[in-house]
């Protein structure tokens, strides 16, 4: 690798001096921004009569000819994008020019090779799409341009700063003239991903999504990049909305059981891509596939109409930690190992755990783990000759802790107490489900909750008027406070600002009000004669019965004929007492036990390996949990790192507290961790726990 300050036209000019910007360098967020600061940098030169300005670094690899530009595609296109834009504005005389040949000169010098055997030779090579934008802005036959493109808007951009510019072409050029740039040439020899990694290792200019593609195709030839690009990643960035890096997310947690943050996802899939030895061409058609399965879950589009409504209703929970369960049920589905009417029940029963859950406010951080390893639990049910909805709803039915599923009692608990005047985007959810039910004729409501055509009214108004007070008696206030944002107490209607804080009767009779209302949801209360407490609590009974009608509980038959293990995380809200463990995970491997010591020990160990000195520190330390370290053999003591031992009597609890904190200290995050127990209870006892 060889590195030069040089000024930026002299990259351009001459013969021969083509740059191609790499299918996997595809940037859709290309800002008009970019274009903004370009053109603020060059009348900022003229205006200070600067000699140079830093335009920053241009990493390129020579190929066949070509310099393939590795990092700074925009700040390329970009330049090239202004000096067609200039020359254009000089055509048209909207630049002042006391050179006839110009625009001729800066055609010929810097953006076309006119001695090529192509007709026309542009020396800037787009991708394909890219190009065909690019490509239009130099025709002559008066064909319109790509208007949705980006390569037009930024183009269309520069010519209206030319337009407006106080400067002559020859200034525009000479102030191009003084750019500088750190120009870097790859040798064969050059990691080209590697350098790539440590030029955008702040992460600010790049997805994780970004740098996948980047590491897939970097190393293809020309020829198999454009080919992977087209067969492939295209197909993939068009199924997941252009959310790469969110798709790789779930595909990753559904394929090994653990979900990574966002922000290491780019980190992850090359560990596991370097762990597989892979195969670049195995590996797209895997997602490829897979990503299918994420346009049909997002979208909601399988072509099946119960399924399809299944998938809209989950999606407005606003709940994409199920995707990695729905990724690997959609495989088995498609792969023709289950019923379409039996996707619809196991549909229905995430959507009724997911919803109970909400409504008690159970707290949501053992869903990561619930929905990575939902589909495999079920399967090793499946293979015992049980069907599939069986097996799941027998699972989610064993939950415990922050992974419960809530029974009648707590579920109609919480529909009673819970504001539901306060609940965010999940109004969509929840009006479209007691609006439409299952019902053939259905109303838009998500649209017109959106586009605030509908609106969620107080039935009982926020604040009461005098006739309110005297209209809901004595104990107006009680009921008030009690009722105002309960359930009970709220509709939908089009036309809440015509009701205001009106009496009820006024709001039944009125034009447009209950009575008239064409919404399911208003029958019934257009049936009363007042409003008060006696309506509320009759309106919150009927209510009950249809949310247990709508999400009842799930019902299993299926007996396991051997252990079925409970898989939970560190990082989950969970009881371990009277727990017994059968194996753990750590860093992606598993190991059996028989004991929640042999688990600390073994996981200590291998923390040991990756931070010894952090576990040695323990035993000159006197804070939690170092009292169970030491420097010295004991007898209740395992040695877990050279010269440091540890005491694993104690709780499950206290072992679960103490690998929290080990974790925090050594940048371990919890979910690394995972146990899986049997559902049989066994004794919490201190020094085995």
Not at 607 to 615: K, R, S
């Amino acid at each position: 690798m060889k590195g030069e300050e040089r000024y930026i036209l002299e990259l351009l000019e001459g013969r021969k001096k083509r740059f191609r910007i790499p299918v996997y360098q595809r940037n859709y967020d290309w800002k008009i921004e970019q274009c903004k600061r370009l053109f603020d940098d060059i009348e900022e030169v003229l205006g200070e009569e600067r000699k140079t300005h830093f335009f920053g670094s241009v990493v390129c690899k020579e190929e066949y000819g070509e310099r393939v530009v590795i990092d700074g595609q925009q700040r390329i296109t970009t330049l090239f994008l202004l000096l067609a834009a200039l020359v254009r504005q000089v055509e048209e005389g909207l630049v002042s020019t006391s050179d006839d040949e110009f625009a001729d000169t800066i055609r010929e010098d810097y953006l076309i090779d006119k001695r090529h055997k192509d007709a026309m030779k542009l020396k800037l090579k787009l991708i394909k799409d890219d190009q065909e934008a690019y490509k239009l802005l130099f025709d002559t036959t008066g064909k319109p341009l790509i208007g949705d493109s980006n390569v037009t808007q930024n183009y269309r951009y520069f010519l209206q700063r030319l337009a407006d510019t106080q400067y002559q072409a020859e200034q525009i050029l000479a102030a191009l003239e003084r750019l500088m740039v750190i120009d870097i040439v790859l040798s064969s020899d050059d990691d080209a991903q590697l350098i790539f990694e440590s030029l955008n290792s702040t992460g600010l200019d790049l997805s994780e999504g970004d740098k996948i593609r980047n590491y897939v195709l970097m190393d293809l030839s020309t020829d198999l990049q454009d080919e992977y690009y087209e067969s492939y990643w295209n197909p993939i960035e068009k199924n997941t909305n252009y959310d790469v890096s969110g798709f790789v997310r779930d595909w990753l947690a559904a394929r090994d059981r653990k979900t990574p943050t966002i922000k290491k996802v780019y980190t992850v899939f090359r560990e596991r891509m370097k762990a597989s030895d892979f195969d670049t061409k195995s590996v797209l058609e895997e997602m490829l596939e897979f990503s299918r399965y994420y346009q049909a879950i997002l979208n909601a589009d399988t072509g099946h109409v119960e399924v399809d409504r299944a998938l809209f209703r989950i999606s407005l929970l606003d709940t994409s930690v199920v995707n990695p369960f729905l990724l690997s049920f959609f495989k088995y589905w498609y792969d023709d190992l289950i019923t379409t009417e039996e996707v619809v029940k196991v549909l229905k029963s995430v959507e009724t755990y997911i919803f109970r859950r909400w409504v008690c406010k159970v707290p949501t951080n053992a869903l990561n783990k619930v929905f990575e390893t939902l589909h495999a639990e079920a399967l090793r049910g499946v293979e015992n000759g049980s069907t599939y909805c069986d097996v799941l709803n027998y699972i989610l039915l064993g939950k415990e802790g922050s992974g419960r599923l809530p029974d009648d009692e707590e579920f109609l608990s919480g529909m009673t107490d819970r504001d539901f005047y306060h609940i965010g985007n999940n109004k969509f959810y929840l009006y479209e489900c007691l609006e439409n039910a299952d019902s053939r004729e259905r109303v838009n409501v998500v649209e017109r909750l959106e586009d605030d055509t509908f609106t969620v009214e107080h039935i009982m108004p926020q604040t009461l008027s005098a006739a309110w007070k005297s209209d809901l008696g004595d104990g107006y206030k009680g009921i008030h406070d009690k009722w105002l944002n309960k359930l009970a107490n709220l509709t939908l209607t089009g036309y809440n600002s015509q009701y205001s804080n009106k009496r009820f009767v006024e709001k039944r009779d009125a034009k447009n009000g209950f009575s008239d209302s064409g919404l399911r949801i208003n029958r019934w209360i257009a049936g009363q004669s007042s409003w008060g407490e006696a309506q509320l609590e009759e309106r919150n009974q009927l209510l009950q019965s249809e949310f247990l009608e709508r999400w009842p509980m799930p019902a299993s038959e299926y007996v396991p004929t051997s252990e079925i293990h409970e898989e939970v995380s560190l990082s989950d809200d969970f009881d371990f007492r009277y727990r017994k463990i059968a194996a753990y995970s750590f860093m992606g491997s598993r190991y059996s036990v028989k004991s929640f010591a042999d688990m600390i020990l073994g996981v200590l160990s291998l923390v040991g390996e990756l931070e010894p000195v952090l576990l040695r520190r323990y035993t000159q330390e006197k804070d939690f949990p170092a009292r169970y370290f030491s420097d010295l053999p004991g007898d209740y003591y395992f040695e877990v790192a050279e010269g440091v031992y540890f005491n694993p009597g104690s709780s499950t609890e206290t072992k679960c507290n103490a690998l929290k904190r080990i974790f925090e200290r050594a940048g371990i995050e919890y979910n690394e961790l995972a146990f899986e127990l049997y559902k049989t209870n066994g004794e919490d006892a201190v020094t085995e726990g």
